[in-house]
């Protein structure tokens, strides 16, 4: 697979991650773990009033009951309740199949200490059982073990290395439109790669670098995009407002790759592929200019 397609369809898993909730997280996951599993996973469904015994899904193999949780806004109090009545329930109804439990969560910002504690106190209380807690590493292990046809189908048609060769004035036009309305929501040379000491001290991954290099083949289509535009603080306005939404991720202690999908999502970096080829070009931009994430200390800039 193309190595930029790649990058865009982990893009894509990133994003649906810190974004599903409820139901859709749940669903999502299902559809992730039938992908990577194949006939080993089994998706389990909510029957009427026999509800779903507690389990989202199964694995065969190797006697894994999964169980997801979603929520709008996490609580430690809601987590660990949510634990115990959902560990116990499935327990109760797999008796002569569960061997292993995993909670399946999308807390971006990993396990508080007082729900560390609480599964030591279940392993403790169910020593034959193994019992994991599943966030964003586990997953992106699922999302590795699929197929590239598993991904086009789960994800739909990403842009390739030469779509952004593709992209004209007029394929930004949505793309900066969209942002403008957003509440505080040329030429063809190549510059640059972005600074390598600016990418390693916002610790992003090798995919997340990939798709800004990508982006920044049409920076100075951007550049044009806004030059001749006759409404001069179009590209403030839209600078502020990725500005104030990095500051919110920034203020939650996220890692450099989430907070970069939350501003893919914010961008618009999604539909057809010339759609996300121009987004990203837009997000580019940006990041060179500064306005979202932190510049490398004149010491390492200077190495």
């Keep these: 697979m193309d190595p930029i397609t790649d990058a865009f369809y982990a893009k894509d898993f ?107 106190a279940k392993r403790a209380e169910y020593p034959d059982l193994e019992i994991e807690i599943w966030l964003e590493p586990e997953l992106l292990g699922l ?52 600074s390598a000491q600016k990418l390693e001290k916002n610790s992003l991954s090798d995919e997340a670098s990939a798709l800004l290099r990508f982006g920044r083949l049409k920076v100075r289509l951007v550049e044009t995009y806004f030059a001749k535009n006759v409404r001069v603080e179009l590209g403030e306005k839209i600078a502020e407002a990725f500005r104030d939404r990095y500051a919110e991720l920034q203020a939650l202690e996220l890692s450099g790759d989430q907070i970069l999908s939350y501003l893919q999502q914010f961008a618009g970096v999604s539909g057809e592929p010339k759609r996300q080829a121009a987004a990203m070009a837009v997000l580019a931009y940006f990041f060179d200019r500064c306005d979202i994430f932190e510049d490398p200390d004149e010491e390492a800039v200077g190495t």
Aim: charged residues 25%; aromatic residues 10%; hydrophobic residues 40%.
């Design 143 to 194: 999302f590795g073990m699929m197929a590239p046809d598993a991904k086009r189908q789960m994800f739909g048609i990403a842009p390739t290395q030469g779509t952004v060769h593709l992209i004209s004035l007029y394929d930004l036009e949505p793309v900066i439109s969209a942002l403008e309305s957003r509440d505080p929501d040329p030429s063809d040379d190549v510059p640059p790669p972005p």
């Design 14 to 120: 990133r994003i649906a991650f810190l974004m599903k909730k409820g139901a859709a997280f749940q669903d999502w996951f299902a559809e992730l773990a039938g992908h990577a599993f194949g006939s080993d996973f089994e998706a389990v469904r909510t029957y009427g009033n026999q509800g779903d015994w507690k389990c989202d899904g199964r694995r065969l193999s190797t006697g894994t009951i999964f169980q997801c949780y979603g929520p709008e806004a996490a609580s430690d109090q809601n987590t660990i309740a949510k634990i115990d009545a959902d560990l116990t329930g499935a327990v109760e109804r797999w008796p002569d199949f569960i061997k292993g439990w995993v909670f399946v969560h999308n807390d971006p910002r990993g396990v508080p200490p007082a729900v560390a504690a609480h599964l030591d």
